[in-house]
Nanobody
Framework: QVQLVESGGGLVQAGGSLRLSCAAS????????MGWFRQAPGKEREVVAAINWSGVSTYYADSVKGRFTISRDNAKNTVYLQMNSLKPEDTAVYYC??????????????WGQGTQVTVSA
């Protein structure tokens, strides 16, 4: 059973940065696209960024373009989300995901447990 474990969330002031990490167990990490989703209270879960198996193709939601960067290290079975210029509206639980097609309609096969990101004004 593949497991996804996120880390790196926390409390940061507006304009600050955080880097989220998602470590995957198992030997098939490099076979799958990976994504980062977020869910704010009272809102639906939305895809923030996604990356294909090789790292060549990426997708970003309009709300984070130019501020967030997704990357992956297949040798370490890890995907990252570098978040810069954070805004209070970025506050949410962030989830790592595995599988699906890179894009706005990504439908993952698996989710991590989530990590809280809180941006204070």
């Amino acid at each position: 059973q593949v497991q996804l474990v996120e880390s790196g969330g926390g409390l940061v002031q507006a304009g600050g940065s955080l880097r989220l990490s998602c470590a995957a167990s198992g030997r098939t990490f490099a076979s799958y696209a990976m994504g980062w989703f977020r869910q704010a209270p009272g809102k639906e879960r939305e895809v923030v960024a996604a990356i294909n198996w090789s790292g060549v193709s990426t997708y970003y939601a309009d709300s984070v373009k130019g501020r967030f960067t997704i990357s992956r290290d297949n040798a370490k079975n890890t995907v990252y989300l570098q978040m810069n210029s954070l805004k209070p509206e970025d506050t949410a639980v962030y989830y790592c995901s595995r599988g699906g097609e890179v894009g706005a309609t990504m439908r993952p096969r698996q989710w991590g447990q989530g990590t809280q990101v809180t941006v204070s004004a």
